[in-house]
C-alpha cells in the first residue's frame, strides 16, 4: 500500500523558515521523481519542486526553497528560507514513477499523493 506523509507544517512570521518532510512507503522510492506541491484557498494546485538527481522549482521559490532526498530514509524534503504571506497554503507530497525529463511539473504527472500540510505565513 503506498503511503506519502507530510509533516512539518505550521505557522511561521514573514521571513521564518520551515521544513517539511515527506516518508513515502509502498513503492520504489530510489528510482522515482518526488515533488511538492501546494493550493491555496480558491487557487490551483501548483508545482513547487521536484527532484530526481538534482532539483528543479517553480520561479516563485526558487533561491528561497531547497528541495531534497534521503534514498535509504525513504524521505523527501523541502526546506522553505525567507517565507512570504503568498507561500501560504496546503502542500502536498508527490511521487511519480521513474526519472522523466524533465521532471513532470502538473499535477497529472504524478502517481501518489499525500494527505497535506499547511503552512501559513503571517506578515
Known amino acids: 500500500q503506498v503511503q506519502l506523509v507530510e509533516s512539518g507544517g505550521g505557522l511561521v512570521q514573514a521571513g521564518g523558515s520551515l521544513t517539511l518532510s515527506c516518508a513515502a512507503s509502498g513503492f520504489t522510492f530510489s528510482t522515482s521523481t518526488m515533488a511538492w506541491f501546494r493550493q491555496a484557498p480558491g487557487k490551483e494546485r501548483e508545482f513547487v519542486a521536484a527532484?530526481?538527481?538534482?532539483?528543479t522549482y517553480a520561479d516563485s521559490v526558487k533561491g528561497r526553497f531547497t528541495i531534497s532526498r534521503d534514498n535509504l530514509g525513504h524521505t523527501v524534503y523541502l526546506q522553505m528560507n525567507s517565507l512570504k504571506p503568498e507561500d501560504t497554503a496546503v502542500y502536498y507530497c508527490?511521487?511519480?514513477?521513474?526519472?522523466?525529463?524533465?521532471?513532470?511539473?502538473?499535477?497529472?504527472?504524478?502517481?501518489?499523493w499525500g494527505q497535506g500540510t499547511q503552512v501559513t505565513v503571517s506578515s
Open positions: 527532484i530526481t538527481w538534482a532539483g
Open positions: 508527490a511521487a511519480a514513477h521513474g526519472f522523466p525529463l524533465p521532471p513532470p511539473t502538473t499535477a497529472r504527472g504524478y502517481d501518489y
